[in-house]
């Protein structure tokens, strides 16, 4: 059984920056593609971005130059960096574990970004 613990959300400034972390249990994180996910109240769990096992990454056009995400396999650990936050980025954020066989969620982080 795979788990997922996201933390580094929080309350911050329009224009500000904030570090999400999700740490995996298990021994299967080098080989998943690891994602970031947010859904805002009232609306649907959107993509924001991707990181396959080999390292290539993939955003969503509205957080493109904004966020990057990361992995340390090393630390079973997924990052996202997102700077220049707006408040349209305001949403409870998700880490999500991709295999073969499965996928992962964390319980969720919330960032809400005042304007």
């Known amino acids: 059984q795979v788990q997922l613990v996201e933390s580094g959300g929080g309350l911050v400034q329009a224009g500000g920056s904030l570090r999400l972390s999700c740490v995996a249990s298990?021994?299967?994180?080098?080989?998943?593609?690891m994602g970031w996910y947010r859904q805002a109240p009232g609306k649907q769990r959107e993509l924001v971005a991707v990181?396959?096992?080999?390292?290539?990454?993939n955003y969503a056009d509205s957080v493109k130059g904004r966020f990057t995400i990361s992995r340390d396999n090393a630390k079973n650990t997924a990052y996202l960096e997102m700077t220049s936050l707006k408040p349209e980025d305001t949403a409870v954020y998700y880490c999500?574990?991709?295999?073969?066989?499965?996928?992962?969620w964390g319980q969720g982080t919330q960032v809400t970004v005042s304007s």
């Open positions: 999500n574990l991709g295999v073969a066989f499965g996928n992962y």
């Open positions: 298990g021994s299967i994180f080098s080989i998943a593609t």
């Open positions: 990181i396959t096992s080999g390292g290539s990454t």
